[in-house]
């Protein structure tokens, strides 16, 4: 998988992983992830779906709230590739 792989690769990197509320497999797929690496990846479940931008508001609230120096989202298809990160967080430093 493309996000463990890029998780391994930057032990410094937290992702947050917002559950929109979905239905289908989604939730599963995701705490999978959290089981393999505990202490770089969260799930955070919203009860229900309310959209992307609350679902994006939502993780950056949570991200701000736990401190993090950088913070920003990626859509989970992965339009952006997980190695622009580095990019946008070079930026910044």
Known sequence: DEFLSFARGTPATHL???NDGSTDDTLSVL???QTSLPN???VYD???NMGKAEAVRHGMLRGCAN???F???WDADLATPLDHVGM???VFE
Do not use: M, N, T
């Open 31 to 33: 705490h999978r992830l």
């Open 16 to 18: 947050l992983f917002v």
């Open 46 to 48: 919203l009860p229900r």
């Open 40 to 42: 770089q990846i969260e």
């Open 88 to 90: 946008f967080r070079d």
């Open 71 to 73: 913070i920003g989202f």
């Open 67 to 69: 401190g993090s120096a």
